[in-house]
């Protein structure tokens, strides 16, 4: 059955996903948990990877299908090393990297990295390259249009942002850092020989609890505006995740909402900045995130 997804905010039609297994970081509210109950309502076991089990088992209880809670700490290495190690060889079909933190005051992960990056993009790094050997289909990563702000790039020399850290910044950088990551991640697959396809997504401008969290009082202000009277719902937001999720689009695709500015619409592929598609840059990055999490690229299966 092909994926049909319109553009008044329902996942009409997904394929068949019965007997599948899909984990979904950050499962337990906004797009995560939209995107977890369409899977789930398809026929997929949906894997809440969460860092509350209590939140987790609260979301998980309302949908309707098959799920489990496990918890996830994309902000400790050592919780992503426990959560892939928990998986004892399990395939499992798609892996959603969903999770992530916005506009944070200046903080640091359990490891020292800055919160943004350390959790939006090392995290997710680890726990992809963990869970990499057991993937049958595909990792869908959700970046934000924030990769395009201010011309962002990856502050290679001061990955933390210390002599000049800015929620903004931070956050955009995070954002740049998932395109790349899903950039090198499809050309490392297909050197490999393996049929895994990586790609990204972004909700557009989609109301939920993300932007709560923003550090400046008055951001946070402008944001509750937008998700009021600009913003899409988190069903909406949901349908990009879902589209590369399920649908027949190439490796290291990009898919967000085609209305004006992306901000809103149905799903289709969409563009990226130079800095998002710059291959050297992408090794690069992958080259620092294997240092930082001491976690490398696996042995995966050709041709599964």
Do not use: C
Not at 48 to 63: E, I, K, M, Q, S
Not at 220 to 228: C, I, K, W
């Amino acid at each position: 059955m092909a994926t049909d997804v319109n553009k008044r905010g329902n996942a009409t039609r997904l394929p068949d996903l019965t007997g599948r297994t899909a984990v979904v970081t950050g499962a337990n509210s906004g797009i995560g948990l939209t995107a977890a109950d369409a899977l789930a309502r398809a026929g997929a076991h949906v894997v809440f990877a969460v860092r509350d089990l209590d939140r987790g088992r609260a979301a998980a209880a309302t949908l309707t299908g098959s799920t489990e809670v496990r918890r996830l700490d994309l902000a400790d290495l050592s919780s992503v090393r426990d959560f892939a190690d928990a998986w004892q060889g399990r395939p499992l079909d798609l892996l959603i990297n969903n999770a992530g933190v916005m506009m944070l005051p200046r903080r640091r992960t359990r490891d020292g990295f800055e919160m943004q990056f350390g959790t939006n993009h090392l995290g997710h790094f680890a726990l992809t390259n963990l869970l990499l050997p057991y993937v049958t289909d595909r990792v869908v990563t959700v970046s934000s249009g924030a990769h395009r702000w201010g011309r962002a790039t990856i502050r290679f020399d001061d990955l933390n942002l210390d002599a000049d850290y800015t929620p903004r910044a931070a956050y955009a950088q995070s954002k740049l850092a998932n395109l790349l990551f899903t950039l090198e991640l499809q050309r490392r697959l297909t050197e490999s020989g393996s049929r895994v396809r990586a790609l990204a997504a972004h909700p557009g401008y989609a109301a939920t609890n993300l932007q709560s969290h923003a550090a400046n009082p008055v951001a946070r202000a402008f944001m509750r505006l937008g998700n009021r009277f600009v913003a899409q719902d988190d069903r909406a937001g949901a349908l990009p995740t879902l589209y590369a999720a399920t649908a027949d689009l190439p490796g290291a695709g990009y898919v967000g909402p085609d209305g004006t500015a992306e901000l809103r619409g149905g799903p289709t592929l969409v563009g990226r900045t130079a800095a998002a598609s710059d291959p050297e840059a992408a090794r690069r990055l992958w080259t620092v995130s294997e240092e930082l999490t001491k976690v490398t690229f696996p042995a995966v299966p050709a041709a599964r």
